[in-house]
């Protein structure tokens, strides 16, 4: 089934490989029959209104006129059908049992299932979808660490606010333990300039994602993603400072996705680029 047939839309998958996204712009198309959804669908309007027109579950046909963020969800298994014109919005095609599997652990085994939705206001869904379709468009500003969170984050809310009956997800009280805790840090002290991931940093203290990504916020009082980032640009400055390395190779070893990427964050966190703080000490 054929959901984006916009040829300029831009798709990726999340670390997690779960998660497919396009950009729809004044896209107008038609799906080319009734069929049955083999992954789950979020779309969201960014500009409009546009219309929609759906059969969902039923042979009845309804026009839906979609505002500037409102989004629906239609889940997988459902028996659909739609066309659209002047479409302009982002839609997130989801692996269902990569994300059933994720649901199943963050729930501790309880059942799950998606709602279907057709026109509904969410401020964070929609912040979530449009954060991750900047990441994309611009993947050399950005870490799959940071792709990952907000996957993470956008299945952690379609879990507790979306689904058939509402799961408000497991509380998580006191941080990691100091044994944990110091795991994760002498892990990150050590791989900081490799991929890694929520779902390594979980494993190697025995948690969930969901449970580790709170807990080390409440030891820490930053995410992961923060941490490590606070991380590298430490070593990078201090390798600009100490070694003769071109700024290239303190990009590469220091775990950023290209140069570019280190020097945007070097000025937006320290006001200098990576060539300035060098020059400082020249």
């Given at each position: 089934?054929?959901?984006?047939?916009?040829?300029?839309?831009?798709?990726y998958?999340?670390?997690?490989?779960?998660?497919?996204?396009?950009?729809?712009?004044n896209n107008?198309?038609?799906?080319?029959?009734q069929?049955?959804?083999?992954?789950?669908?979020?779309?969201?309007?960014?500009?409009?209104?546009?219309?929609?027109?759906?059969?969902?579950?039923?042979?009845r046909?309804?026009?839906?006129?979609?505002?500037?963020?409102?989004?629906?969800?239609?889940?997988?298994?459902?028996?659909?059908?739609?066309?659209?014109?002047?479409?302009h919005?982002?839609?997130a095609?989801?692996?269902?049992?990569l994300?059933?599997?994720?649901?199943?652990?963050?729930?501790?085994?309880k059942?799950?299932?998606?709602?279907?939705?057709?026109?509904q206001?969410?401020?964070?869904?929609?912040?979530?979808?449009?954060?991750?379709a900047?990441?994309?468009?611009?993947?050399?500003?950005?870490?799959?660490?940071?792709?990952?969170?907000?996957?993470?984050?956008?299945?952690?809310?379609l879990?507790?606010?979306?689904?058939?009956?509402?799961?408000?997800?497991?509380?998580?009280k006191?941080?990691?333990?100091?044994?944990?805790?110091?795991?994760?840090?002498?892990?990150?002290?050590?791989?900081?300039?490799?991929?890694?991931?929520?779902?390594?940093?979980?494993?190697?203290?025995?948690?969930?994602?969901?449970?580790?990504?709170?807990?080390?916020?409440?030891?820490?009082g930053?995410?992961?993603?923060?941490?490590?980032?606070?991380?590298?640009?430490?070593?990078?400055?201090?390798?600009?400072?100490?070694t003769?390395?071109?700024?290239?190779?303190?990009?590469?070893?220091?775990?950023?996705s290209?140069?570019?990427?280190?020097?945007?964050?070097f000025?937006?966190?320290?006001?200098?680029?990576?060539?300035?703080?060098?020059?400082?000490?020249?």
């Amino acid at each position: 089934m054929a959901i984006i047939t916009n040829p300029k839309s831009v798709a990726y998958e999340t670390p997690a490989q779960m998660i497919q996204l396009y950009r729809c712009d004044n896209n107008s198309s038609e799906d080319p029959g009734q069929t049955r959804l083999t992954r789950h669908m979020i779309g969201l309007t960014t500009t409009g209104p546009y219309r929609l027109a759906v059969r969902h579950n039923s042979d009845r046909t309804q026009d839906l006129c979609l505002s500037p963020g409102e989004f629906f969800i239609f889940p997988t298994g459902a028996s659909h059908w739609a066309a659209w014109k002047n479409c302009h919005g982002i839609i997130a095609s989801v692996d269902h049992q990569l994300f059933n599997h994720y649901a199943e652990r963050f729930l501790e085994g309880k059942c799950f299932e998606l709602n279907s939705v057709f026109q509904q206001k969410d401020p964070l869904i929609e912040q979530l979808l449009i954060s991750l379709a900047q990441v994309n468009e611009n993947a050399e500003s950005s870490s799959n660490l940071y792709k990952e969170s907000l996957c993470m984050t956008f299945l952690l809310r379609l879990i507790e606010c979306h689904s058939q009956e509402k799961h408000p997800l497991p509380t998580v009280k006191g941080g990691l333990s100091k044994r944990s805790l110091k795991q994760v840090i002498d892990y990150i002290e050590v791989y900081y300039g490799e991929a890694i991931t929520i779902t390594n940093l979980a494993q190697l203290v025995c948690l969930s994602e969901y449970h580790f990504l709170r807990c080390f916020k409440q030891s820490l009082g930053l995410t992961p993603y923060q941490y490590i980032l606070q991380k590298r640009l430490e070593i990078a400055q201090k390798l600009l400072i100490e070694t003769k390395q071109s700024i290239l190779e303190i990009a590469i070893n220091c775990g950023f996705s290209s140069q570019s990427h280190m020097t945007n964050l070097f000025k937006q966190r320290l006001g200098k680029t990576p060539l300035q703080i060098r020059q400082t000490v020249s």
